[in-house]
């Protein structure tokens, strides 16, 4: 009964910004919750997660100083601010969940919990 839905994706140029959101319903479990992205041809890779308990986060080395990941206070809601976007962001990105958060990059296999992903494209 645990769902997650995506927002907040679009097309921009390269150089622009967009804040990505991921909404949880179902329950009110802290799952620790991760974005991950997948374009044609590629696995899903990790992006980002954060540890809704004592936010602690993990950044890929290819968004760094880039990517920002949060989550609000009062509700079950986690963000992905993205800025100076690329070319080769381009992909569609999933929101991931599960009660457990793992140090360092996050693989598929660590989350049970995913949202339908949301289309972010970066032109020249």
Request: net charge positive.
């Amino acid at each position: 009964q645990v769902q997650l839905v995506e927002s907040g994706g679009g097309s921009v140029q390269a150089g622009g910004s967009l804040r990505l959101s991921c909404e949880v319903s179902g329950d009110t479990y802290k799952y620790a919750m991760a974005w991950f992205r997948q374009t044609t041809g590629k696995q899903r890779e990790g992006v980002a997660s954060i540890n809704r308990r004592d936010g602690r986060t993990w950044y890929a080395d290819s968004v760094k100083g880039r990517f920002t990941v949060s989550q609000d206070n009062s509700k079950p809601v986690v963000y992905l601010q993205m800025e100076s976007l690329k070319p080769e962001d381009t992909a569609i990105y999933y929101c991931a969940a599960n009660v457990w958060w793992t140090a360092g990059r996050p693989t598929t296999t660590d989350f049970r919990y995913w949202g339908q992903g949301t289309q972010v494209t970066v032109s020249v």
